[in-house]
């Protein structure tokens, strides 16, 4: 019996040993040596075993662009140190040993001040711009991290968010270079008017564009303070109102995508129309002030019941919460939406904005791409979404028939103003990429101005027009666009909309003129050369 319990005895000490040997030759999928983050220097030797109280190590930071608006509400924390930054460090930074830190760039001088932190190499680790051609200069210059292998590794989650369509608007030279924020309400910009106004003066809610100009009259007449027509006056914004003269029938998909506005058939119209509500003081005479700047002066002008009507973002009167202030402000304000901007056809034709929104990018000298792609991954995964967008439930927000719906306190007040400006891969509320409507009602979700997200949304949405796409890069554009855009939107603007009446046509020409020769007429001819190639 002693014989057998010996024998019994060895033998499960081989197995032991066998056991023992074949774990130690296979790894372990977390260990150093064959974590996928850990780079391969070719050597087949075994890693000495880790002490097993080895200290923690020194988190790495991570430098994460974060636009000031300028608009941090009386009650509301620091930009840099509130509940969006404390949650991101408490449930992404601290968990992977990562500091957070956060780099403030200016909103309305995003651009240029990202070419001087990337001309001096000291651009954040993660950064961002909406325009195009920046992102193309930087990738012909060789100054951007390649991100694809990053995210078929750590971008599980992103992927499922953004899908493959708006992914691709981040791939330059068939490689992906940059991350694409999702547009979840393709609507650019809406119109609003005070109706309280219009029902003290009993006129009708204006429906074309003479009748808007009527308004404006009388709104000006009966308040000579005011500001008839006074919301954010740039080129963008009155995208609508200038579609609304050009001449669609002359206009190809190629000169949409091709011509610069300012050659449309029509455009010279539309200009003398503002020419003539400056000339007339329906427009802020001031507006000029505002261009290219960070004043907020529009939104000072609106929450003190200076501005008649006016031409914003899609519902963002609501997001960024002055809307809430003018109705603290002015008990009897009344805002409605409208859509007076009608062509020949009896269509009110705007700009749509195509599925990409901002673009993310990592900067060529940042050791911190894989972080990078780990913390939008982080982002991506639908209770980070939710909290990243609408605050703490019970606290800023509750749930509605599973939509979160924003409380109307000050703690959400005080806090969603900018909360796109954290939950940076989506622009607009997300809660579906199947379901549209859904994603609609979570934008509607302050129940006080939801008939007004709505309506914005509607008469932003309404015979929209999405320019065509050409894959191929525009070299004279990635050259020239910084150029071309400050003449275009903040001089020529400008000049031209408050020149004299007798010399609107020939300052018209004039600038026009110069555009083209600066460069205009070279990138249209490239863009029409691709546009024939790829669709002819």
């Given at each position: 019996m002693r014989k057998k319990s010996q024998k019994w005895l060895v033998m499960t000490a081989a197995i032991i040993l066998v056991v023992s040997i074949i774990a130690g030759c296979s790894g372990k999928a977390n260990d150093p040596v064959n974590s996928p983050s850990t780079s391969n220097t070719g050597s087949n030797e075994k890693p000495a075993d880790k002490p097993k109280d080895e200290p923690k190590k020194d988190p790495v930071t991570l430098k994460i662009e974060l636009f000031d608006r300028n608009n941090t509400p009386a009650g509301g924390d620091p930009i840099t140190n509130n509940f969006f930054t404390k949650y991101v460090q408490e449930n992404f930074g601290d968990p992977n040993n990562i500091k957070i830190e956060w780099v403030t760039v200016p909103r309305s001088e995003e651009v240029d001040k990202l070419n001087v932190l990337m001309a001096a190499n000291q651009a954040p680790d993660l950064v961002f711009t909406y325009d195009t051609s920046t992102v193309e200069r930087y990738v012909r210059d060789g100054g951007l991290t390649e991100l694809g292998p990053y995210i078929d590794q750590f971008g599980e989650n992103l992927k499922k968010v953004l899908n493959e369509d708006v992914l691709s608007?981040?791939?330059?030279?068939?490689?992906?270079?940059?991350?694409?924020?999702?547009?979840?309400?393709?609507?650019?910009?809406?119109?609003?008017?005070?109706?309280?106004?219009?029902?003290?003066?009993?006129?009708?809610?204006?429906?074309?564009?003479?009748?808007?100009?009527?308004?404006?009259?009388?709104?000006?007449?009966?308040?000579?303070?005011?500001?008839?027509?006074?919301?954010?006056?740039?080129?963008?914004?009155?995208?609508?109102?200038?579609?609304?003269?050009?001449?669609?029938?002359?206009?190809?998909?190629?000169?949409?995508?091709?011509?610069?506005?300012?050659?449309?058939?029509?455009?010279?119209?539309?200009?003398?129309?503002?020419?003539?509500?400056?000339?007339?003081?329906?427009?802020?005479?001031?507006?000029?002030?505002?261009?290219?700047?960070?004043?907020?002066?529009?939104?000072?002008?609106?929450?003190?019941?200076?501005?008649?009507?006016?031409?914003?973002?899609?519902?963002?009167?609501?997001?960024?919460?002055?809307?809430?202030?003018?109705?603290?402000?002015?008990?009897?304000?009344?805002?409605?939406?409208?859509?007076?901007?009608?062509?020949?056809?009896?269509?009110?034709?705007?700009?749509?904005?195509?599925?990409?929104?901002?673009?993310i990018i990592v900067p060529k000298t940042s050791q911190r791409a894989e972080e990078v792609v780990k913390y939008l991954d982080w982002m991506s995964k639908p209770e980070n979404i939710v909290r990243m967008q609408n605050g703490t439930e019970g606290e800023t927000f509750e749930y509605v028939d599973g939509i979160p719906k924003t409380l109307d306190n000050d703690a959400a007040k005080n806090l969603l103003f900018n909360y796109f400006d954290y939950c940076i891969i989506l622009n607009g509320k997300y809660v579906s990429n199947d379901d549209n409507l859904l994603n609609i009602a979570a934008n509607a979700s302050d129940p006080i101005y939801k008939d007004f997200t709505i309506a914005s949304i509607d008469t932003g949405s309404k015979d929209g027009v999405v320019k065509p796409r050409v894959l191929a890069p525009i070299e004279s554009e990635i050259k020239l666009a910084t150029t071309l855009k400050k003449k275009s939107e903040e001089d020529m603007f400008v000049k031209i909309i408050t020149a004299k009446p007798e010399k609107f046509d020939a300052v018209y020409e004039a600038e026009v003129k110069d555009y083209m020769k600066i460069g205009g007429q070279e990138v249209m001819d490239e863009k029409k050369a691709k546009y024939q190639a790829q669709y002819k």
């Open positions: 608007y981040g791939v330059f030279q068939d490689k992906q270079y940059s991350i694409v924020a999702k547009r979840v309400i393709s609507a650019q910009v809406s119109t609003f008017i005070r109706q309280d106004w219009l029902d003290e003066l009993s006129l009708p809610v204006p429906t074309t564009t003479d009748e808007f100009y009527d308004t404006l009259v009388a709104f000006k007449k009966a308040k000579p303070k005011a500001i008839a027509y006074g919301g954010q006056t740039d080129f963008f914004h009155m995208s609508a109102l200038r579609y609304s003269f050009w001449e669609w029938d002359k206009i190809s998909d190629e000169d949409l995508f091709a011509n610069p506005d300012w050659v449309m058939p029509g455009n010279k119209n539309a200009f003398q129309f503002l020419n003539k509500l400056y000339n007339e003081g329906l427009i802020d005479k001031d507006f000029p002030l505002g261009i290219g700047k960070d004043t907020n002066q529009f939104q000072k002008n609106m929450v003190n019941s200076l501005i008649g009507a006016g031409s914003t973002n899609t519902n963002e009167p609501v997001y960024m919460g002055y809307l809430a202030e003018l109705m603290t402000n002015d008990a009897n304000a009344k805002i409605t939406l409208i859509d007076p901007f009608k062509d020949s056809r009896g269509k009110t034709p705007k700009p749509s904005y195509t599925p990409n929104g901002i673009y």
